[in-house]
Each structure stands twice: as C-alpha cells, then as structure tokens.
C-alpha cells in the first residue's frame, strides 16, 4: 500500500476570534489529498464567529479527537485570548505529540509555542509577531515556510496554503501536490507587491504595524509570561 | 467625506456544496477595509456545509438582504446544482444590478452568467471551466483577474484574493489595498509553480483534468440549455 492510498486524517482547531482564512486555506488543500477526511475540532460544537464575523461550526470535541496525521492550529486575534488556557494548549500538545506532522499558520505558531511544541525548533509566523519566537524557546527563521522535522509553520494568513503544499508533498509525493496546485489555480499574482516587511513601502509598512500595534503589545506581555512559564531565559 | 471612509458593505453568497476557500479569501481581504462589514447570505440561515465538509452558517436571508456595495459569488460542485434556481438566479441578478460590484470567484462566474450578468462582458474562471464561458454570453479573457466594468471575476479558486484585492483598490485606494496585501502577508510561494495549464507539467494536466471531467461534462450540458434559454447563438 503506497503512502498516497492510505486514508489521511486532518484535525483543525477552530476558535472564537481566528483567522478563518488561517483555517480554511489548508484544509481546501489537504482535503484534496485522496482518501483524506477533515475535520475541525474545539471545545464544543457551539458554532464559533471568526475575527471577521463568520460562523463556523465544529464537528468534533477535543474529548472525541484523536490526531493521527495533521493537526492545523491556525492564528488570529482570538489566539491572544487563548494563551493561558490550559485546556486548549494541553490538546495542542497532546496531539502534536501524536500527530505525524503539525502545521501552524500565522499566530497558531504562538499557541504551539505555548503548548511547548517550538522549543529548539526553527519556526515562522505573521511578521508582526516574529521578534515573540525566541520567547517560545524557537530559533526564527524568516521564511514563508518552515519544516523542522514534524513541525511545518507557515507565516501570515496566505501563507497557510504554501505550507498546506509542503506538507501535502511531505504525506503524498510531489505529484499528488502538484495536481492539487492546479486544481486550486495557484498561480498567485499579487496585485501590489507589498506582501511582506522586504518589499512594501515604508509607510505601508508603518500603516500596517500601527493597526496590528494594541494586539502587538498585548502578545508580547504574554510571551514574557509564557518565557518564565517554560524556563527559558534566552530570547 | 472620502471614499474609503464611507460604510462599505460586503456580502457573499453561501451555498451547499461551495468552496469555502471561494469565500473566505475574499472576505478576509474585504472585512479589513475600514469600516467596511460582511455578511453571509443563503435563502435561509440554516447551516450549509461546504464540497470539503466544513460548516457555515449564512447570517441573512435573501429576503434580508440588499445589496448595495459588494456580491461576492463564490464557485464550487454545489454550484451546478443551482443553474437552473430562479430562485438564486433572481437575487443575483437583482443584487448585481444593485451593487456597485459583482465579484464572481472560480465557478461563481458560471452563476452570474446563469444570471444573465456575463453577456458582452470579459470574464475569466477556473480554467476547467473556461471554454464554457461563451455559452453565457460572456467573451473570455485568460487572465488571473478580469474587470469589466461593474464585473470582478476571478480564476480558480485562489484567485478570489487576487479578485478582491483588486477591487478594494476600486472601492478605496492603492495605499489601502496595499496595506491589506501586507497585513495578510500575501507574497505567496507556490512550491511547485504548477498553479496554471501554461506552467504545470503535462502529466498534471491530464490527472488534474481527468479528476473534474464529470462535473465538468455535467457544467457543459448545462451551459447549453442555458445559451438556449439567454438566446445566445455564438460561443
């Protein structure tokens, strides 16, 4: 039996305040790899609003789940609420531990690190929240996507279906991945350019550090706090 | 009072069987304009699921619902099943004639020209559709993102970013625009550059083809019934 035609299990946590698009980027990806199923996991199966208003509802309860595959953290502001809240960090754990790979996308990449998933290992994360890996034990590594044995991170919001294609040729092979590339029409064509730090103008680069400022701090007060939690004192 | 200061108000079509990523990746681009809001609509608030099994729940009705800014129709294998809605036909075509965009995303441009929106104008969709697009009256134009007037379509899947980030440089401004390209940290890095027919290799072509032939048989005889019905003769 060939990896590709063993059935595949993918696990997305889903949470008040996150980034949908965090969420539903890679799941349209690796729900195409054949034979595979998701499903989107949280305390309850009470419906959730995103950051952005929309209602999603989880089909499965933290108690229900068992993750064999992958597990998908995805971020958002909500992320920020959930820091301490050992409920949800101890599932992180648990299944990342079990898992074959976790993919964080965006600041998802901040709850593994609270779970204690990120010690030693290389990581990315949306760009304002970079300079907090080091907080996790992480070594930052400023890419789109980052593969440090089973865990894959992917930066900001879009770049969760980058690192969904990665992870799919690291399941499947490059064929699988490639045809699933297609289907998606991934041929991205960003219409300004000024999708990162490294290419945007300076002051949309001062504009969009200013809207993402309040959450900013709040993130790094906590970082500091999880720092100590873990005993690390090198950042 | 200037033009990205005004209320702007999004919403997007939700239906059993669509591709959430149709909808999501514009509306995270949307919801971040400034005082811009969003809403989900369906004929009832009941919640849908979507072709990968993910649930949404749609928070207006089409009898709620008046669309004045943006439509977003999203595409999808749920989409065939509603060519022959009038019921869904007739809100798209009413809010269209309304609103002061429609952005059609991968096979929602098939819905819009069900809807009689298509007919002289450029439109693109995924690319397994494209040939169909005659049939609606619409010219095609093989581009990632096509703006015809009050017309935003977009290619496949993916390309709904691409569409709407377009359009809020229409609604707003460049600099706005940008600033929402880099908060959603949007330089994407396609692993495998086999998002379009012109790129992928021909092999994943043939399996990427094979694995929508029937629905795409299915869309054609559709589209021909539907040509009758508009009274179009040349595709």
């Known amino acids: 039996m060939s990896t590709n035609m063993r059935a595949i299990r993918i696990s997305a946590i889903a949470f008040p ?11 349209e990806v690796l729900a195409r790899i054949p034979q595979s199923s998701i499903s989107i996991v949280w305390k309850d ?31 958002g ?9 050992e409920i949800v960090l101890e599932f992180i754990g648990r299944c990342a531990r079990r898992a074959r790979y976790t993919l964080s996308v965006c600041t998802g990449a901040l709850l593994c690190g609270a779970a204690g998933l990120l010690q030693g290992r290389r990581a990315t994360t949306h760009w304002s929240a970079f300079h907090l890996l080091g907080y996790f034990g992480a070594i930052p590594v400023n890419r ?25 040729s690291l399941l499947t092979d490059a064929q699988t991945a490639q045809v699933i590339e297609l289907g998606m029409e991934y ?22 550090r200013q809207s993402v400022q309040p959450i900013t701090h709040a993130r790094l007060a906590t970082a500091r706090r999880i720092a100590t939690r873990l005993g690390i004192t090198r950042y």
Do not use: C, W, Y
């Not at 502001?77 to 809240?85: K, P, R, V, W, Y």
């Open 45 to 75: 199966k009470v419906p959730i609003r995103d950051m952005r208003g929309m209602t999603i509802t989880p089909d499965s309860t933290f108690d229900e789940t068992s993750v064999d595959d992958v597990l998908v953290v995805p971020g």
């Open 77 to 85: 502001s909500g992320q920020e609420t959930l820091m301490n809240d």
């Open 17 to 27: 305040g996150m980034n949908a698009l965090d969420m539903v980027g890679p799941l």
């Open 187 to 208: 041929a991205p064509a960003p219409p300004f350019g000024s999708g990162s730090l490294a290419t945007a103008a300076p002051e949309i680069v001062n504009a969009a």
């Open 144 to 168: 789109r996507v980052v593969v440090d044995g089973r865990h894959v991170s992917a930066a900001g919001v879009t770049a969760g279906i980058d690192g969904a294609l990665h992870l799919t």
